[in-house]
């Protein structure tokens, strides 16, 4: 399979957000914004307890969105702040559908949709 024929995807985030880079027609055509995933993380606790196990169930729920805009993903780049991008890593890995994903991360701080377009087309050049 052919670099050009791969589906190919990038993703800003951080732990509140996610924008989801792909294709215009799924492996071909130029890069455009997919869509936007929000993470508002958990609502007071008095519960630290409770609120860890919220947070990791909200941090798994915003994963999935993510991931929804991704069918049949060969290669994927993430890019943002903190380390949600490795958490991420780790989510796809561990799962059935995403585990063979050629993965790769860097770290940017936050851009706008076009600079994000023009960095992940870059990126898979």
Do not use: R
């Not at 914004?33 to 606790?45: E, I, T």
């Amino acid at each position: 399979m052919s670099e050009k024929n791969k589906k190919q995807f990038g993703v800003w985030m951080d732990t509140h957000h996610a924008t989801i880079i792909g294709k215009e027609h799924a492996d071909q055509g130029a890069f455009v914004v997919l869509g936007h995933a929000k993470n508002d993380g958990p609502n007071s606790n008095s519960n630290e307890n409770a609120a860890n196990h919220q947070e990791i169930g909200l941090t798994h729920k915003f994963f999935k969105e993510i991931a929804a805009f991704m069918p049949n993903v060969d290669q994927i780049h993430l890019t943002g702040t903190g380390q949600i991008q490795e958490q991420f890593m780790k989510y796809l890995a561990n799962t059935p559908q995403y585990k063979n994903v050629e993965a790769s991360e860097s770290t940017s701080n936050k851009m706008s949709d076009e600079q994000l377009i023009t960095f992940i087309s870059n990126h898979f050049k």
